[in-house]
């Protein structure tokens, strides 16, 4: 099959096998290309999603149940963002036992860029229009919610 080619057999097979061969090679091409969202200074994955997750000031045991990880992964990719100048602490005014993460005016930056990045490499490899892309979105928060509430996947750690 040429480059410029679509793959007619894919069609003859179901919906369902359809939309996980899309969903694989989706994967496969941005995790190729995630390297480029990733500049200088190069972060682990687990401080690239903290910086995307930091949209607001959130405590750090907030941070572990949304990034799907022990609270003592958040403290080691806390200290280090820290360290680079892209979040701070701050005693939560709630409960002044707690501390909040934010990001920095450096880390607000970093997120813009990796989200700008991101988003390129999104809609090159997609394809998709910005319509389908939100329609895309919407299935994909639909999909996320499901396996995370009714089949949470082997090998990610839980934090209750």
Not at 26 to 36: H, M, N, P
Not at 54 to 77: F, Q
Request: hydrophobic share 40%; proline share 4%.
């Amino acid at each position: 099959m040429a480059l410029d080619e679509s793959d007619d057999e894919l069609k003859t097979l179901t919906p369902e096998i359809r939309a996980m061969m899309g969903v694989f090679a989706l994967y496969w091409k941005l995790d190729e290309g995630i390297e480029s969202i990733n500049v200088e200074p190069a972060l682990a994955d687990q401080e690239c999603h903290m910086i995307i997750r930091l949209d607001e000031p959130r405590r750090m045991g907030v941070m572990a149940r949304l990034m799907l990880t022990v609270p003592s992964a958040i403290t080691a990719a806390a200290d280090s963002l820290e360290n680079l100048g892209y979040i701070e602490r701050k005693r939560d005014p709630a409960d002044r036992r707690a501390w909040l993460l934010q990001l920095t005016e450096a880390g607000w930056e970093r997120r813009r860029q990796m989200e700008q990045t991101a988003g390129e490499l999104f809609r090159a490899t997609a394809g998709l229009s910005p319509e389908e892309t939100r329609i895309f979105a919407e299935l994909a928060d639909k999909i996320h919610d499901n396996v995370m509430r009714n089949s949470f996947p082997e090998g990610l750690a839980k934090c209750e």
